[in-house]
């Protein structure tokens, strides 16, 4: 007899992209009548957009890119957003207006980017291995650069994800299957500690109350403790991830979601790893995938050029 749960689970489905799907956030913004949540999408056809993160409703596209956009992020009051691109530029964005604010060039294709929690700085990595932090409040002076070549061997490597831990400490997930954790304090920054995974990083997400960072890379997702800096899980799963997909846990710690090399996006108990769901919808590979902050639903991103909004807690099929 199968453990896993036969539920009943049909989506939201958000059509508009017509390309495979490449990073979807969610955020909220809070004010005293009531708690909007929003929904990022970046696409590999150049159109990254926002939608409202419960209905699914397109609220805005930003227009302007040549290339893939392989992430979009909002800053923390979503009065900014900010764009990577296989044009080998970064784009912020007044989210608001959806105006083009300022446009930062590299030299090859940039794959993630992240705000700095007081939204005055911006991390970003991808091909070239360097990873920049840009000073928004001063956007003409040069950005901080930081080399990831492996200096033993003279290998040269890509950034896949970078995430900010907090003001001073950014996250730079690399091809090589490290994780390094860069203290911006020191002059030139220097490397704190370091995470190191089977392969390549596909995703890296860190929760709301920063002591967990989830880790999809191979064929499993992994957690790791920012208090003790330890691993504490590391499930092997029946999907890899060697081109994108991702990982998610939910905001209560007890369960995380998957998808990547197949059709089904599956949930699975956090301490053992243990398949509590599978629910197929997508006619492409699953490529990203966040639970939204309260944790009522999660969100899906697949090869086929759609986003799916999907119910955290479906009716069960024997109830």
């Not at 596209?61 to 957003?81: E, I, N, P, Q, R």
């Not at 040069?142 to 995430?163: E, G, Y």
Request: hydrophobic share 40%.
């Amino acid at each position: 007899m199968s453990l896993v749960a036969k539920c009943r689970q049909i989506p939201i489905v958000c059509p508009g992209h017509t390309r495979p799907l490449a990073d979807i956030q969610f955020y909220s913004i809070d004010d005293d009548v009531e708690t909007q949540t929003l929904l990022a999408s970046a696409c590999h056809d150049r159109m990254p957009m926002i939608r409202d993160g419960v209905s699914g409703d397109w609220i805005g596209t930003f227009t302007g890119h040549k290339g893939a956009v392989w992430s979009c992020k909002l800053d923390c009051k979503c009065y900014l957003a900010a764009t990577a691109s296989g044009d080998f530029s970064v784009k912020v964005w007044d989210a608001v207006t959806g105006q083009e604010v300022f446009s930062f060039a590299h030299k090859h294709i940039v794959k993630t980017l992240d705000f700095s929690p007081d939204s005055t700085k911006l991390a970003t990595g991808g091909h070239e291995g360097i990873l920049r932090i840009f000073n928004l409040q001063q956007p003409d002076v040069l950005p901080i650069c930081v080399s990831q070549m492996d200096q033993s061997q003279n290998l040269k490597i890509h950034i896949s994800k970078v995430l900010y831990l907090d003001s001073f400490t950014v996250i730079a997930a690399a091809s090589d299957g490290y994780l390094r954790f860069w203290n911006l304090a020191d002059n030139p920054p220097s490397l704190l500690r370091f995470f190191q995974v089977d392969a390549e990083v596909r995703d890296m997400e860190i929760n709301k109350s920063l002591t967990m960072l989830t880790v999809a890379a191979g064929r499993k997702v992994s957690f790791f403790d920012l208090k003790l800096y330890e691993l504490i899980h590391s499930h092997e799963m029946p999907i890899h991830f060697k081109e994108e997909g991702g990982a998610s846990l939910h905001p209560s710690g007890h369960k995380f979601i998957a998808g990547g090399s197949d059709l089904w996006l599956r949930v699975f108990d956090f301490h053992t790893g243990q398949e509590l769901e599978c629910h197929k919808g997508h006619h492409g590979p699953i490529r990203c995938v966040r639970y939204a902050p309260d944790g009522k639903t999660y969100a899906s991103g697949s090869e086929d050029g759609t986003i799916r909004i999907w119910k955290t807690d479906p009716p069960r099929l024997d109830s």
